[in-house]
């Protein structure tokens, strides 16, 4: 399986961000005083994100990694 790339990651990070920041119920539990990004983080690194990263090659091969 491959590992995500610092944009993959970014751009996983701050979309689960904005869906946390327009109200979508938390998968991890937050701490006290933890902001969007910062629980979008801690639900990545608990293994509970809800998305995929697809990643796409010159060739036409079509990669999704699940996280």
């Known amino acids: ?3 995500m790339t610092r944009f993959e990651k970014a751009r996983l990070l701050s979309a689960r961000a904005l869906q946390l ?3 979508a119920p938390p998968l991890a539990k937050p701490d006290v ?3 969007a ?3 979008a983080s801690k639900e990545l690194a608990e ?3 809800p998305l995929v990263a697809m990643r ?6 079509l990669e999704k990694i699940t996280i």
Request: charged share 15%.
């Open 56 to 61: 796409r090659f010159p060739d036409g091969r």
């Open 1 to 3: 399986m491959s590992q």
């Open 37 to 39: 990004y910062l629980l």
């Open 47 to 49: 293994g509970v994100l």
């Open 21 to 23: 920041s327009f109200g």
């Open 33 to 35: 005083g933890m902001n």
